[in-house]
Protein backbone atom coordinates (compact mmCIF):
# COMPACT_ATOMS: atom_id res chain seq x y z
CA UNK A 1 0.00 0.00 0.00
CA UNK A 2 1.37 3.47 -0.98
CA UNK A 3 1.94 6.44 1.42
CA UNK A 4 -1.21 8.07 0.06
CA UNK A 5 -3.06 5.20 0.02
CA UNK A 6 -2.41 4.35 3.60
CA UNK A 7 -3.26 8.38 4.42
CA UNK A 8 -6.90 8.10 2.41
CA UNK A 9 -7.52 4.96 4.39
CA UNK A 10 -6.73 6.45 7.85
CA UNK A 11 -8.20 10.13 7.26
CA UNK A 12 -11.94 9.08 8.29
CA UNK A 13 -10.50 5.98 10.74
CA UNK A 14 -9.16 8.85 12.89
CA UNK A 15 -11.85 11.23 12.41
CA UNK A 16 -13.90 8.74 13.55
CA UNK A 17 -11.71 8.25 16.84
CA UNK A 18 -11.96 12.04 17.20
CA UNK A 19 -15.71 11.89 17.57
CA UNK A 20 -15.53 8.68 19.60
CA UNK A 21 -13.41 10.30 21.97
CA UNK A 22 -15.50 13.84 22.23
CA UNK A 23 -18.59 11.30 22.78
CA UNK A 24 -16.30 9.55 26.12
CA UNK A 25 -15.55 12.66 27.54
CA UNK A 26 -18.99 13.97 27.11
CA UNK A 27 -20.16 10.97 28.74
CA UNK A 28 -17.92 11.03 31.49
CA UNK A 29 -19.01 14.04 32.92
CA UNK A 30 -20.79 12.64 36.03
CA UNK A 31 -17.80 10.83 36.99
CA UNK A 32 -16.27 14.51 37.57
CA UNK A 33 -19.06 16.06 39.75
CA UNK A 34 -17.99 16.12 43.48
CA UNK A 35 -21.38 15.65 45.30
CA UNK A 36 -22.64 12.72 47.24
CA UNK A 37 -24.80 10.28 45.20
CA UNK A 38 -26.99 7.92 46.81
CA UNK A 39 -27.57 4.09 45.66
CA UNK A 40 -30.89 2.94 44.99
CA UNK A 41 -34.30 4.68 43.58
CA UNK A 42 -36.78 7.07 45.59
CA UNK A 43 -40.25 6.64 44.47
CA UNK A 44 -43.76 7.27 46.02
CA UNK A 45 -45.70 4.47 47.16
CA UNK A 46 -49.12 4.09 48.34
CA UNK A 47 -50.02 0.75 50.64
CA UNK A 48 -52.59 -1.35 52.43
CA UNK A 49 -51.36 -1.96 55.82
CA UNK A 50 -52.33 -5.65 57.51
CA UNK A 51 -55.14 -3.46 60.00
CA UNK A 52 -58.33 -5.00 59.62
CA UNK A 53 -60.51 -1.55 60.45
CA UNK A 54 -58.00 0.67 59.39
CA UNK A 55 -59.00 3.69 56.49
CA UNK A 56 -56.57 1.90 53.74
CA UNK A 57 -58.51 -1.14 54.12
CA UNK A 58 -61.53 1.26 52.80
CA UNK A 59 -59.55 2.82 49.94
CA UNK A 60 -57.75 5.49 51.57
CA UNK A 61 -54.49 4.22 51.00
CA UNK A 62 -51.43 5.34 53.28
CA UNK A 63 -48.49 7.28 51.23
CA UNK A 64 -44.97 7.65 52.17
CA UNK A 65 -41.71 7.82 49.84
CA UNK A 66 -38.92 4.91 49.95
CA UNK A 67 -35.72 4.15 48.91
CA UNK A 68 -34.70 0.90 47.60
CA UNK A 69 -31.44 -0.57 46.90
CA UNK A 70 -30.30 -4.13 46.35
CA UNK A 71 -27.25 -5.24 48.80
CA UNK A 72 -25.80 -8.54 49.01
CA UNK A 73 -28.18 -9.79 46.50
CA UNK A 74 -31.60 -8.46 48.78
CA UNK A 75 -33.70 -5.59 47.88
CA UNK A 76 -33.50 -3.10 50.74
CA UNK A 77 -36.62 -0.23 51.20
CA UNK A 78 -36.21 2.24 53.69
CA UNK A 79 -38.97 5.23 54.49
CA UNK A 80 -37.71 8.47 53.59
CA UNK A 81 -38.01 11.50 55.96
CA UNK A 82 -39.91 14.12 54.42
CA UNK A 83 -37.58 17.05 54.55
CA UNK A 84 -34.72 14.37 52.81
CA UNK A 85 -37.14 13.70 50.17
CA UNK A 86 -35.50 16.29 47.53
CA UNK A 87 -32.08 15.83 48.34
CA UNK A 88 -32.38 12.01 48.35
CA UNK A 89 -33.88 12.10 44.57
CA UNK A 90 -31.26 14.52 43.58
CA UNK A 91 -28.31 11.76 44.97
CA UNK A 92 -30.14 8.91 43.83
CA UNK A 93 -30.57 10.16 40.56
CA UNK A 94 -27.19 11.30 39.74
CA UNK A 95 -26.49 7.76 40.84
CA UNK A 96 -28.03 6.81 38.01
CA UNK A 97 -26.57 9.62 35.67
CA UNK A 98 -23.32 7.93 37.00
CA UNK A 99 -24.11 4.19 36.06
CA UNK A 100 -25.76 5.26 32.64
CA UNK A 101 -22.21 6.76 31.93
CA UNK A 102 -20.29 3.50 33.28
CA UNK A 103 -22.35 1.75 30.60
CA UNK A 104 -22.26 3.81 27.61
CA UNK A 105 -18.44 3.89 28.39
CA UNK A 106 -17.86 0.09 27.71
CA UNK A 107 -20.07 0.15 24.77
CA UNK A 108 -18.19 3.46 23.32
CA UNK A 109 -15.01 1.35 24.88
CA UNK A 110 -15.72 -1.46 22.46
CA UNK A 111 -15.98 1.02 19.26
CA UNK A 112 -12.56 2.60 20.10
CA UNK A 113 -11.02 -0.15 20.19
CA UNK A 114 -12.63 -1.44 16.77
CA UNK A 115 -11.72 2.04 15.19
CA UNK A 116 -7.70 1.30 16.70
CA UNK A 117 -8.12 -2.18 15.65
CA UNK A 118 -8.58 -0.84 11.72
CA UNK A 119 -6.15 1.52 12.07
CA UNK A 120 -3.22 -1.31 12.73
CA UNK A 121 -4.15 -2.67 10.14
CA UNK A 122 -3.70 0.04 7.35
CA UNK A 123 -0.58 1.30 9.39
CA UNK A 124 0.85 -2.08 9.75
CA UNK A 125 3.30 -3.66 7.24
CA UNK A 126 5.40 -6.43 7.43
CA UNK A 127 9.06 -6.29 8.11
CA UNK A 128 10.32 -8.77 5.88
CA UNK A 129 8.94 -9.11 2.17
CA UNK A 130 8.74 -12.79 1.24
Known amino acids: MTHKERRQKLKPLRRQLQQLLRELQQTLEPAFQRTAIVK ?13 HCVCQ ?55 TGVLDQIEAVRREEAFHE
Open 40 to 52: GNVYDRAYRCQAK
Open 58 to 112: RGQLHQDVGLTWSAGGRHRFRQVPAGRVVELRRKSRDYLRLRQARAEVTVLSKKI
